[in-house]
């Protein structure tokens, strides 16, 4: 399948029914357990990653998807395939603070070229193709009209970090940094909120998959972002000798922004 189209098609569709899926399992006393790497995973990321890769199977392309790579079951994925976190912030999903999303992405050429993210709790999904990066209610099992968004690319700095993961290195480029604002959020949705100009920077100190981040970079890079690592390169993906571990990277509005940052980024982890 070529059709950029047609395959966003499809992954809307997969999103939106794992996010009714998931919010069945959300109203409920579900349990957790704990991963090799010591983080959750409940039932609803592996019944959100079931609906997803039915979904995506009829597009015929190789999926690199986290509950499955976590199994060990992952595909010859060549230049072109998807990367799927089903329940993107399963810790926050365990608070039920809402703050959770299912990321899709289409990679090709190590490129998240086609995105999508939805947020079952805010009845939210935001996409994006070469037409741009755009956000649209979810209203029963479909979206309605959707609306384009961008970056704010200006103006003073409002930072955002994760919920569940603070790190000490934040605080020293709180320090680098011109007084901002902080805001902490879970999952994926910090990668939206620069996408529409409600924030200006994500740096991550630490550690993320590319499942974490694909979907995220393709909406952020159509609204005019860019993800960088800390050489001040595009974060890239099929990293498959690193098990898709992705580097320390920064989130931001514009280039120039970013650049600055990942610098500071480096110089601290040097030091």
């Not at 999508?116 to 649209?136: E, H, L, M, R, T």
């Not at 050489?231 to 922004?257: I, M, Q, R, T």
Request: glycine share 8%.
């Amino acid at each position: 399948m070529n059709n950029h189209q047609a395959i966003l098609d499809i992954m809307i569709e997969a999103a939106l029914e794992a996010g009714e899926a998931i919010l069945e399992i959300y109203e409920t006393s579900f349990a957790n357990t704990a991963k090799a790497d010591g983080s959750p995973v409940t039932i609803a990321d592996q019944r959100a990653e079931d609906i997803i890769l039915s979904h995506l199977a009829k597009t015929g392309i190789p999926v690199l998807a986290e509950e499955s790579a976590e199994a060990g079951k992952i595909p010859t994925l060549g230049n072109r395939f998807f990367c799927v976190d089903p329940l993107d912030g399963t810790k926050e999903f365990i608070k039920k603070n809402g703050e959770f999303t299912i990321n899709i992405a289409l990679i090709e050429n190590g490129k998240p070229i086609l995105g999508v993210i939805s947020i079952p709790v805010q009845n939210k999904i935001y996409f994006a193709s070469k037409d741009g990066a755009f956000k649209a209610k979810i209203i029963g099992n479909k979206i309605g009209e959707k609306e384009k968004t961008s970056v704010a690319g200006c103006g003073d700095i409002k930072l955002v970090a994760s919920r569940s993961h603070g790190s000490e290195l934040l605080k020293q480029l709180d320090i680098k940094l011109p007084p901002c604002e902080d805001v902490s959020v879970g999952s994926a949705l910090k990668f939206c909120l620069l996408a529409e100009g409600k924030a200006r920077l994500y740096p991550r100190f630490t550690n993320t998959y590319e499942w974490d981040s694909a979907a995220g970079q393709a909406i952020l890079e159509a609204a005019g972002g860019v993800v960088l690592t800390l050489d001040g390169l595009p974060l890239s993906y099929d990293k498959a000798k690193d098990n898709y571990l992705n580097p320390f990277f920064v989130a931001a509005d514009c280039e120039h922004l970013g650049e600055q940052v990942a610098k500071y980024m480096n110089e601290i982890c040097a030091s």
